[in-house]
């Protein structure tokens, strides 16, 4: 049963309902969508084709394409024999090449569907294999290219191919996706300086039509050679005539363009004062624990005694969020005052606590992420000067609300967060509130609204938190 929930997971086969997929081909021809060429890349069992076939008129061919035998034959089984227009083709949309559909260049071509919405991170936790040649498509660097920044959605990549395949050429596209993915591929579109002369997003209830708990939207791309339109009307729904737009200002998407316009002033690309985000250790069995009269559980069950000097209390997002701070009972084992620094110094200093990381370090040693190869053993990230000032303005980047929180000392030593929340730290007490009152104040709350988007896993980022111009605010 694992096995055969592992492969659905793998390859996307979750198959788009035959009352959605009507509805979809129903709005494309209401918006004038005229294909002679109709594609779609990953057709399970076909029902884009057969909505498409019903839909459209005046197609010159549609053509399913699909790496579950199974399902074509299917489909195959299904079409009518006397219908030369519907084609069904058995390969793997990772290394077909669409170009050698295309018979006339200047068809009107209309790739649709629904792609996989699983991401390369999942497919490896499963052992998946149903995934494009790995590179770093996504242009990432540093840090970035080799933790959370490097997962990417696997329909983000089949998008990608697909948009790069109509650049050469007149169509459109209309695919299904995570709302988050669609932005990815506006984004995309705009940095790499694409065609494009109309984007739309529809709202899908996923949970209807999926059972699944995910933004998710019918992404609409219409391409023309030589255009560059970079704006995308949002619609929550595909029966709604109402839309916001969002666009690029200063080289960044903007959620609310109106609002943002209001208070642009706020706005930089160059912050002065940087946000920065929690301890980073990838161990909690190991590196966390809850105190207990004179002692520490660690997250193993196991009762622990160690100095002092390394063990700091700690805020998770949801205590930052709900500000219960005098209720915390969570403790870190911060090994370094900053990056790189050199953790033997612990052996000297606290005995107790070098040999606890010692008798533990098969866990430590361990941990899958690059960011720890050739750095000193029990090595953390999101440490530095700032992490031990006493005062501290913290927000959590899950939270669909912005909360900010000011917080002090407990048992006379600084707090850590986790590492998805974002701070600032300071000295003084009088600067730390004077922070505190702007970052609360109803300007900067409206300016930045007008730049997250609510419904990401992740709405709040250190990104555009350090959009804020200080110097501005100041004035």
Known sequence: MKKKSNNKIEYGDFQTPLTLTDKICQKLVEIKVLPDLIIEPTCGI?????SSNMYFKDFKKIIGIDININYIEQLKNNQNKNNNKVTVIHDDFFDFELSQLIKKRDDNILILGNF????NSQLGRIKGLNLPEKNNFQHNKGLDAITGKSNFDISEWMLIKCVNFLQNYQGYLAMLCKTS?????VNYLYKQNCHLSYCATYGIDSKKYFNATVEACLLFCQFKPETKNYTCDVFEDLYTSKYNTISYINNRLIRDSKT????????TNKPTIKWRSGVKHDCSKIMEFEKVGDFLINGLGKKVKLEDDYIYPLLKGSNVFNQDKNRTKKYVLITQKYIGEDTNNIRKYAPKT????QSHASYLDKRASRIYKNNPQFSIFG???YSFYPWKIAICGLYKKLEFRLFNLIDNKPIMFDDTVYFLSFEEEEKARQFFDILTSTEVISFYSSLIFWDEKRPIKASILNCLDWKNVFK
């Open 46 to 50: 076909g029902n884009f084709v057969k």
């Open 116 to 119: 996989p919405w699983v991401t």
């Open 181 to 185: 993915v669609a932005r990815k591929i």
């Open 260 to 267: 943002f316009k209001q208070f642009s002033y706020l706005y």
């Open 354 to 357: 070098w040999n606890y990381l």
């Open 383 to 385: 440490v530095g000067e």
